[in-house]
T-cell receptor, first 112, second 110 residues
Framework: GAGVSQSPSNKVTEKGKDVELRCDPI?????LYWYRQSLGQGLEFLIYFQGNSAPDKSGLPSDRFSAERTGGSVSTLTIQRTQQEDSAVYLC??????????FGPGTRLLVL | GEDVEQSLFLSVREGDSSVINCTYT??????LYWYKQEPGAGLQLLTY?????DMKQDQRLTVLLNKKDKHLSLRIADTQTGDSAIYFC??????????FGKGNQVVVIP
């Protein structure tokens, strides 16, 4: 079946603008994760959704970052007032609870 | 917090075996993973091992787990040029979140 898809694949924005990144998980997977991969920090966990439970936001680096998951499927990660240090690859993964995570191709964000 | 460590770079001749090592900190992790990332691509799950196992073999891949020392290794037999990539080990914790190592770049020399 189809894997995890993410859009856009690349995004260039100006400092101070807001951006929205989208993730379509594997159909039927109830768990969805966002990670960030940057040169200085490696791969970091950002946020986790499981079904209708309150999300685990413990990895979000600042209050400029937020995410939502509508209808238990598609998720949107929003970064407000982007800064240059937000430049990174944002990776989404989905899984069944406590099972192996499958990753999407990522969105490469460049903040100028 | 969780800390996963890997060495950074490995070069290997085509046909030889390559071994990548990793140490982790969370002894309660139920699974440990190896992911592969090719240039410009996302993370591809290579293999994983359940924490109560010592070894897992999957075709050219052998995973060894030493729980006492919190040490994980990945051996790739008969390394091919298509194996050139960055390899990440990861442990799960909390809500099945993954903590990743910094990655190990493997360059296969023809």
């Amino acid at each position: 079946g189809a894997g995890v898809s993410q859009s856009p694949s690349n995004k260039v924005t100006e400092k101070g603008k807001d951006v929205e990144l989208r993730c379509d998980p594997i159909s039927g997977h109830t768990a969805l994760y966002w990670y960030r991969q940057s040169l200085g920090q490696g791969l970091e966990f950002l946020i986790y959704f499981q079904g209708n439970s309150a999300p685990d936001k413990s990895g979000l680096p600042s209050d400029r970052f937020s995410a939502e998951r509508t209808g238990g499927s598609v998720s949107t990660l929003t970064i407000q007032r982007t800064q240059q240090e937000d430049s990174a690859v944002y990776l989404c993964a989905s899984s069944n609870p406590q099972e192996t995570q499958y990753f999407g191709p990522g969105t490469r964000l460049l903040v100028l | 917090g969780e800390d996963v460590e890997q060495s950074l770079f490995l070069s290997v001749r085509e046909g030889d075996s390559s071994v990548i090592n990793c140490t982790y900190t969370d002894s309660s992790s139920t699974y440990l993973y190896w992911y592969k990332q090719e240039p410009g691509a996302g993370l591809q799950l290579l293999t994983y091992i359940f924490s109560n196992m010592d070894m897992k073999q999957d075709q050219r891949l052998t995973v060894l787990l030493n729980k006492k020392d919190k040490h994980l290794s990945l051996r790739i037999a008969d390394t091919q040029t298509g194996d050139s990539a960055i390899y990440f080990c990861a442990e799960n914790y909390g809500n099945n979140r993954l903590a990743f190592g910094k990655g190990n770049q493997v360059v296969v020399i023809p």
